[in-house]
């Protein structure tokens, strides 16, 4: 697949290992975008350790991770990270939240320091760079992977990411909190005429309201946003913990009766961009 995503933790919050928890999976965001070959990260929650352990048998020696921020579903999974004790490995890790916090790098390393962790950063043998930015700006990963930001809504900030590759789009949001009735704009210019949007979907509307202040949204919001931006296909993401698999089939059901476009993302799923109409 020329341009491909696959999901390696579909989870928010913390990770669940239960018999309930089987068809969608328990591991925390990660996910990661392939574009001809050059494979990149998003996030690194639990999901990724699975995925070092694939990249290390597959022979990559270069790549990305782009982190939407720092809370710890999306980096505990990071000291897992087998190629990152790898010296032929070659390592970007991107943050957009914290110019004014000190710098990925730091916060990383803090993760990773006594007594929170024995192992320290400094252990890690690739050969790694840490960048800051700022949300909203772009870049590009590779001379045809390019990369647009935005800040989102969520409590120590957080960034969403458009990666666009041959034509094609893949619009990252999580976790961001909407105000009912006001779309977010920053969301609606990122994911304009993308063809998947990967969206925040932790609550149910029923839920969201005794949730205010949290950092995340629903699938329904998400259906708005991308009915209003002309987006090809919707994945529902970063499930809530006590959201089982049989809760989960239901949003599946409900979603689908709403927009067609819309699918539950489950943990080992891969997306083919250019065969989206493929997705079960």
Same mark, same amino acid.
């Given at each position: ?160 990411? /458009?990666? &666009?590759? !041959? +034509? ?10 909407? *105000?009912?009735?006001?779309? %977010? ?70 979603? /689908?009766? &709403?927009? !067609? +476009? ?10 083919? *961009?250019?065969?989206?109409? %493929?997705?079960?």
């Amino acid at each position: 697949m020329a341009f491909s995503v696959k999901f390696w933790g579909v989870r928010g919050s913390i990770a669940c290992a239960t018999p309930n928890h089987m068809r969608y999976g328990g591991n925390t965001s990660c996910i990661e975008v392939s574009c001809n070959g050059y494979r990149l990260i998003l996030d690194a929650g639990t999901g990724i350790r699975q995925l070092g352990n694939d990249m290390q048998k597959s022979g990559a020696s270069e790549f990305h991770i782009l982190l939407t921020h720092t809370h710890w579903d999306h980096i505990n999974g990071f000291p897992f990270f087998v190629p990152a004790y790898n010296k032929d490995m070659n390592i970007e890790i991107m943050a957009g939240h914290l110019t004014d916090k000190g710098g990925i790098q730091q916060i990383l390393s803090a993760q990773m320091d006594n007594p929170m962790f024995p192992v320290p950063l400094e252990a890690m043998m690739a050969k790694t760079t840490f960048t800051d930015f700022s949300p909203g700006d772009t870049f590009n990963l590779t001379s045809d992977v390019h990369v647009k930001t935005a800040p989102l809504n969520h409590p120590n900030g957080a960034t969403a990411y /458009r990666i &666009e590759h !041959d +034509g094609k789009a893949i619009v990252y949001v999580t976790d961001t909190e909407h *105000i009912p009735g006001k779309p %977010d704009q920053n969301i609606l210019n990122l994911i304009e005429g993308a063809d998947l949007v990967i969206y925040d979907s932790t609550y149910t509307e029923e839920q969201f309201t005794g949730k205010i202040g949290w950092g995340h949204s629903t699938w329904n919001e998400g259906v708005r946003l991308c009915k209003a931006a002309n987006v090809k296909r919707l994945a529902i993401f970063h499930h809530d913990p006590d959201h089982q698999d049989d809760f989960m089939d239901d949003i599946g059901k409900l979603s /689908r009766a &709403e927009w !067609d +476009g819309c699918f539950v993302s489950r943990e080992g799923m891969a997306i083919d *961009i250019n065969n989206l109409e %493929d997705i079960d």
